[in-house]
């Protein structure tokens, strides 16, 4: 990464006492000096010219010229106080510290603060194999995007607050979207914008549960949803998943009252099965009994390879249960934030208001690209293009395993998705594989990492969605040395 110049801050706060006996330029000195021994100022940040910070502090100019030559005399500054200066890395800073601790985190900032969600990106690095879940972000058609944003830069700013709920031209575009691909039920109204489907089981979980309410949670299941859940109180039931997906008699027998189910039926993260119909229904019917809702992640149902997406349980929902949450972050690109919830009518202005205290809104401008992104039929195309290429790269991972590390990892092509899930041998302890991987410089995410109960056999989480076919290959062969 190329370093950013540091710019001159707009304003330096530097109190100046025009009626004390120390004269103004030795106060602006100390200032500064201060500033900078604190940590306020750091190395490299540029300082305002000597005629912008004389205006500003209301004295000549010749006062900061004076300040500002006994501060580089010193070494706390370089450069020149006529053609521009800037904080030296020199002088030994001595930040603050509290001499007794504070009070700390309340109870429930306790248990965000232990919640530790792993960031999912390693800084500014790109991505390496296999973390599961990235997209092809080297095919993203961002000149397309750039000259869909320079337009609305151009013709319509829009600079004000927006709705909470979400920009007006997207909520008709995403409800449009999903009655027509995804086979749900849904009004415009009905459709919440979020920043990501992160935010949407947060919101959820906020507007819907009271602390130590009882939530049925795919076991093994997405961390990112689990950990929202938990730290909004609820006492997380860890139901498991068979092939047909949660086993909802396993969950009535665990916890018939619980307030919520989360399910994943398109593509249950991170096993992979899809929910069977039988299993859809049952799960429904209990939701209707127990008057509990379903919060339904369909974060990657659009990469289909053997037929025509499944419906989602959203559309099956007669009794208005179900809680649909949606993301553009698998079939464009994560740093977007943006995603969506489908609510009942009834809960729309309880969500709406949620997102108003949370955050007020998306950024207005990104919604209106992402709108015009939609209309014009570019995400349609996008998504037909990035099935076709992920289909092919899942074939390229499923062969390079199969030869050579077919007698170590046992892999199932799946039908769904951008990643899989590759079954160790029995007794290998796969988070021991996954560190050995690791030091390789691969992400191969361990299956016991996502569920509460311990797997029965260990697997790996195996992402080809966003990487080259060399790179699958290399990444195979890298892993052969780190299972060896
Ligand atoms: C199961 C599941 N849901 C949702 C997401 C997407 O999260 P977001 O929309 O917050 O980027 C992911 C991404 O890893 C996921 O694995």
Known sequence: MSRV?????????????????SPLYRQLYSGVRESILSGRLAPGAGLPSS???????????????????????????????????RVAAVPER???????????????????????????????????????????LDQFPYRLWSRLAARRWRRQPMLDYGEPGGYGALREAIAEYVRLARGA?????????TSGSQQGVDLAARVLLDPGDAVWMEDPGYTGARTALQVAGARIVP???????????????????????????????????TMSAARRLALLRWASRAGAWILEDDYDSEFRYDARPLAALQGMDEDGRVIYVGTFSKTL????RLGYLIVPVELVDAFRAARAVSDRQSPTMDQAILADFLGGGHFARHVRRMRRLYS???????????????????????AAGMHLLAWLEPGVDDATVSAGAATLGLEAAPLSRYGLVRPDRGGLLLG???????????????????LR
């Open 464 to 482: 080809w969605a966003g990487y080259s076919p060399e790179a699958i290959r290399e990444g195979v062969l890298k892993l052969g040395e780190a």
């Open 51 to 85: 005629r912008a910070l004389a205006e500003e502090l209301g004295v000549s100019r010749n006062t900061v010229i004076l300040a500002f030559d006994q501060l580089v005399a010193e070494g706390y500054i370089e450069g020149s106080p006529r053609s521009g200066t």
């Open 239 to 273: 139901v498991p998943v068979d092939g047909e997906g949660l086993v909802v008699q396993e969950g009535e027998r665990m916890a018939a009252q619980a307030r919520m189910a989360y399910v994943s039926p398109s593509h249950q993260f991170p096993l992979g099965v």
């Open 94 to 136: 001595t930040p603050r510290v509290k001499a007794s601790p504070g009070p700390g985190p309340s109870a429930r900032g306790k248990v965000i603060a232990n919640s530790r969600l792993p960031a999912l990106s390693r800084g500014e690095s790109p991505p390496v194999p296999f973390r599961a879940g990235v997209p092809a």
């Open 392 to 414: 092919e790269r899942q074939e390229v991972l499923v062969d390079a395993v199969r030869r050579h590390l077919g007698d170590r990892l046992e892999v199932t092509p799946s």
């Open 185 to 193: 039920r849904c009004l415009t109204e009905q459709v919440i914008v």
């Open 333 to 336: 690109f994560p740093a977007l």
């Open 5 to 21: 110049r540091a710019a001159p801050p707009a304003t330096l706060f530097l109190p100046l006492d025009a009626s004390s006996s």
